[in-house]
């Protein structure tokens, strides 16, 4: 089945507040974060893109790939599907503050994957999914992955599925991004547990991880299949956040621009 949008063309939407803007690229789960004051050229603009998503056998093989749509469990690129988007909504995580948009797509008829996004407009302590807690500022983002109602090759004609990977480029003005810094001071906070059916799961041995594909610095998460037959929610929530010690009173947020 083909993804459903309700969207044409090349989307924008803004945030009211923490003077940040989003730029929803095309159908295919490309978003572009950036100061509105400076635009898109704001040198420390963030873009997140959805790239693949793969079921994988207990050997690394991806399985899911042939057939129809009907067929299909894998795809190698977003850049042919469509995503729906949520409105932009002000609302409160962990007791903070933050404005909320939301982008989900259907993958054949496999499952749905949905990706959650949050700018804090205040200070404070969140907990995640996985009950770790975080300290965040305003203008901080954090993002949530999400996998609803799968259905995994048990059989596919390639074979049985153990794991998904998701692989996701998030880039900053460094051409090379690392988990340490996208440029500009920029870090990604990632856990090694996932939340599925309300248990934490750790991610196998070296994941997430970093990888380069096709000229591109893509994160690579991997949901383990963990439930006999599939559970109904995998959910993997990291955070943007810009560099420097976490205790530090004065750090700026990611996207605010007055650091009190």
């Known amino acids: 089945m083909f993804f459903r949008s309700a969207f044409l063309s090349t989307l924008m939407a803004a945030f009211a507040s923490a003077e940040i803007e989003v730029d929803v690229l095309g159908q295919s789960g490309k978003i572009m974060i950036y100061d509105a004051a400076l635009g898109k050229s704001d040198p420390d603009r963030v873009t997140m893109t959805m790239d693949y998503l793969y079921e994988l056998d207990e050997n690394d093989n991806v399985v899911g790939k042939a ?31 933050a404005d909320y948009l ?24 969140i907990t995640t999914s996985t009950n770790e807690t975080l300290e965040v500022v305003e203008g901080d983002f954090k993002f949530a992955i999400q996998l609803i109602d799968w259905n995994w ?6 074979g049985n599925a153990t794991h998904i990977d998701v692989g996701v480029e998030l880039k900053g003005k460094d051409d090379q991004p690392t988990e340490d810094d996208l440029g500009g001071g920029i870090s990604v906070i990632m856990s090694e547990l996932i939340n599925i059916d309300g248990e934490n799961v750790a991610m196998p041995d070296g994941y997430p991880k970093v990888v380069t594909k096709n000229g591109k610095t893509l994160f690579v998460f991997r949901f383990p299949k963990e439930v006999e037959g599939g559970a109904a929610l995998y959910d993997y929530d990291p955070l943007i956040t810009t560099g420097g010690p976490r205790a530090q009173e004065d750090r700026c947020g990611l996207f605010c621009r007055v650091c009190g």
């Open 67 to 97: 057939g129809s749509p009907l067929q299909k469990h894998s795809t190698e690129t977003f850049a042919n599907q469509q995503f729906s988007y949520s409105d932009i909504q002000e609302v409160v995580f962990s007791n903070l503050t």
């Open 102 to 125: 939301s982008f989900d797509a259907d993958v054949y008829k496999a499952g749905t994957i949905k990706v959650e996004t949050y700018i804090f407009k205040e200070n404070g302590t």
């Open 153 to 158: 090759c048990n059989p596919c004609a390639d």
